[in-house]
């Protein structure tokens, strides 16, 4: 009997060591599956590269480069007026912004240049160019031309017909038209004594001994600088054997420090020295 259960014991202990190794291959093809479930979640992880496709919101660069071509045509727009053109620059991005600097230098360029055209000018480059005017108010040599003022008082004698000036004395000196009666006091020969000249004017010669009261502007050469007036620069030219000294009249925006450039009154060099200019002669 005893021997039985110890036959049972033995062959129920074989049987469940079967049952057990046979649970194990069980459980060991579901693993299997469960592997390659596994890999499709591994998958699912892939799928997380679609958060990368989140760089499709890197689209906005196009938007950035459509901005670009708006602001390059408002630069372009602006290109008549500096001031416009840079503000509308100002809304796009590199593209504007060149276009708007673009039309500003025009701008600015075109304002300089209309500056330099204001000037005193030249008014003539031989005595053809100019002609005598004479009314009750002055007797004065103009460009052919020019708009004279009118004047407002009457006489009997114009001022020209009053100092026996012709209308053939005229000239032109500094590239400026002047009569051709010279106002250099150091050529007057004669003993007598000059009568005094109304504010404005200074004696001029004929003769050799006095002539006329003129305005230095009017004379063909002077004495000196000094003879210039209040409103006048000095204007002194190399010829050969000395120095002819003018005044000139200046436009209201030529100035000291740009003579040079705005006065017109040298043919060639010109150098700025003492509140005149000095006419530089290469071949004197």
Do not use: H
């Not at 003539?124 to 007797?139: E, N």
């Amino acid at each position: 009997m005893t021997s039985a259960r110890a036959m049972f014991r033995t062959y129920f202990a074989s049987g469940l060591l079967v049952l057990v190794a046979c649970g194990g291959t069980r459980t060991v093809t579901p693993a299997g599956a469960g592997g390659s479930g596994g890999a499709g979640a591994a998958g699912t992880v892939g799928g997380g590269g679609a958060a990368g496709g989140a760089g499709t919101s890197g689209m906005a660069g196009t938007t950035g480069v459509a901005g670009t071509g708006a602001a390059g045509a408002g630069g372009a727009g602006g290109g008549g007026d500096a001031g416009t053109a840079g503000a509308g620059g100002a809304s796009g991005t590199a593209g504007g912004a060149a276009g708007g600097a673009a039309g500003g230098a025009s701008g600015a360029a075109g304002g300089a240049s209309g500056a330099a055209g204001t000037g005193s000018g030249a008014e003539c480059r031989t005595a053809a160019d100019c002609v005598l005017v004479s009314d009750c108010c002055a007797c004065r040599a103009e460009p052919k031309g020019a708009q004279v003022a009118s004047c407002p008082a009457t006489c009997a004698v114009d001022a020209c017909a009053a100092n026996e000036i012709q209308a053939n004395e005229v000239t032109c000196a500094f590239d400026r038209c002047v009569l051709t009666r010279s106002c250099d006091t150091t050529r007057v020969a004669c003993l007598a004594d000059p009568a005094e000249c109304p504010p404005g004017t200074i004696r001029s010669v004929r003769d050799a001994c006095w002539g006329p009261c003129l305005p230095p502007t009017e004379c063909r050469r002077v004495a000196a600088c000094s003879s210039c007036g209040a409103g006048s620069v000095c204007v002194r030219q190399q010829v050969t054997g000395g120095t002819d000294i003018g005044c000139v009249t200046p436009a209201p925006d030529c100035r000291a420090g740009n003579y040079c450039g705005c006065l017109e009154a040298c043919p060639g060099a010109c150098v700025e020295a003492d509140a005149g200019v000095t006419c530089i002669c290469g071949g004197c």
